[in-house]
């Protein structure tokens, strides 16, 4: 399975697109997030993704960073299956907060004759804790991660875990433990924290994302949301600080970058 990081800013990036990704297997995509804008259109051509194998999508939660760029995958797909350019179906799978908001989105921004297609052929669904479905031919579970701000999933797919954009809550550790691969934030550096405010914003630093994954016995720990002041010197910075305690592989994408997973 390969995994494409298609933005790794936090919410007021400006260098990188905001943090987002997508997984892909044998000519299906499943989308994680898209950003805040329709960049995320131009993110999936720089890739290689062509969006009309994205048959799943999962969106973590409301911050306008994660959900406006939906609407324009909802609108590009939507208005593609009215010109019968798009084969099958899509399953778009968020909690009922998230649901109610892009349902109401779409009915008032975009056009009837796209609208049409919701619970149709693109379906809104709904997710509650622990529930699980099947995405590319692996199951998948979504779970709550006790988010202190606006309410947030993560979601567990094989090996991978990924636990959203906010500090990790004990309650997720049968999720995360022992992952592959744990997907963690880092807004900053831990050394930095006094000019970017990690702890008052509700985020994490490289250190805390370290100590976490040497705790958690992960594998390999996959660091993004972060600031974007440092982008030369990221990939080597944010590896240093997680591993001062993690013995691990880290890694620590830039936008665009893929993994074999």
Same mark, same amino acid.
Request: charged share 30%; hydrophobic share 40%.
């Given at each position: ?28 995509? $499943?989308? @994680? ?7 995320? *259109? ?8 062509? $969006? ?15 959900? %406006? ?35 109401? #989105? ?20 709904? @997710? ?13 579970? $979504? ?13 567990? #797919?094989?090996? *991978?875990?990924? *636990? ?56 390999? %720990? ?14 080597? #910075? ?24």
């Amino acid at each position: 399975m390969k995994l494409t990081i298609l933005g790794t800013g936090n919410a007021f990036a400006t260098k990188v697109y905001n943090t987002c990704f997508c997984l892909e297997d044998e000519g299906n995509a $499943f989308l @994680v997030d898209a950003g805040g804008g329709n960049t995320i *259109l131009s993110q999936l051509e720089k890739a290689g993704i062509d $969006f009309h194998n994205i048959h799943d999508i999962f969106v973590t939660h409301k911050h306008v960073d994660h959900i %406006l760029g939906i609407i324009w995958i909802i609108r590009i797909i939507c208005q593609n299956m009215g010109k019968d350019k798009f084969k099958g179906e899509v399953n778009l799978y968020a909690h009922g907060e998230v649901i109610e908001i892009l349902r109401d #989105m779409a009915e008032k921004l975009l056009q009837p004759k796209q609208v049409k297609f919701l619970d149709d052929r693109f379906h809104l669904i709904e @997710v509650k804790d622990g529930d699980r479905k099947e995405i590319l031919g692996r199951e998948v579970t $979504f779970f709550d991660i006790y988010s202190t701000k606006a309410k947030q999933f993560g979601f567990k #797919m094989g090996d *991978l875990c990924c *636990l959203g954009d906010e500090p990790y809550n004990a309650k997720c550790e049968k999720y995360a433990r022992g992952a592959k691969y744990l997907m963690h934030e880092a807004f900053c550096l831990y050394s930095m924290k006094d000019i970017y405010q990690p702890y008052e914003k509700h985020h994490s630093t490289a250190l805390d994302a370290g100590k976490l994954a040497s705790e958690l016995e992960v594998e390999n %720990l996959i660091l993004y949301h972060t600031e974007d002041d440092h982008l030369d010197e990221r990939k080597e #910075m944010y590896t240093l600080e997680a591993k001062e305690n993690f013995k691990g592989n880290v890694l620590v994408p830039e936008d665009l970058e893929t993994f074999e997973i």
